[in-house]
Nanobody, 123 residues
Framework: VQLQASGGGLVQAGGSLRLSCAASGRTFSSYSLGWFRQAPGKEREFVAT?????????WYADSVKGRFTISRGNAENTVYLQMNSLKPEDTAVYYC????????????????WGQGTLVTVSS
């Protein structure tokens, strides 16, 4: 499985960015794909995950609820992370990953990872 994340960049506080993640190399009958982020000197942390099978379920970290929205794209195996009202503390490398099983907030539940895209929010 290959994951390609894109859309990062430099934005002022209060601005918006949309990250994209495209997965390839495997056909999934159902899908769960998430975003994590890692700031300098900090551990990688959960941001959001979306699962679609018969319906769509989403999970969000408390720190991004109401500001970030994860959604599935029209193209198969593509997921977006719309980030609004960005804060300097959102600055991090953002990674997309495919969820397999286990606790959805834990990195160990995601066996496949993309290369990351850097988001920098200036104050």
């Amino acid at each position: 499985v290959q994951l390609q994340a894109s859309g990062g960049g430099l934005v002022q506080a209060g601005g918006s960015l949309r990250l994209s993640c495209a997965a390839s190399g495997r056909t999934f009958s159902s899908y769960s794909l998430g975003w994590f982020r890692q700031a300098p000197g900090k551990e990688r942390e959960f941001v959001a995950t979306i699962r679609w099978k018969n319906d769509v379920t989403t999970w969000y970290a408390d720190s991004v609820k109401g500001r970030f929205t994860i959604s599935r794209g029209n193209a198969e195996n593509t997921v977006y992370l719309q980030m609004n009202s960005l804060k300097p503390e959102d600055t991090a490398v953002y990674y997309c990953a495919v969820y397999d099983s286990g606790y959805v907030y834990h990195t160990g539940s995601y066996p496949y990872w993309g290369q990351g895209t850097l988001v920098t929010v200036s104050s």
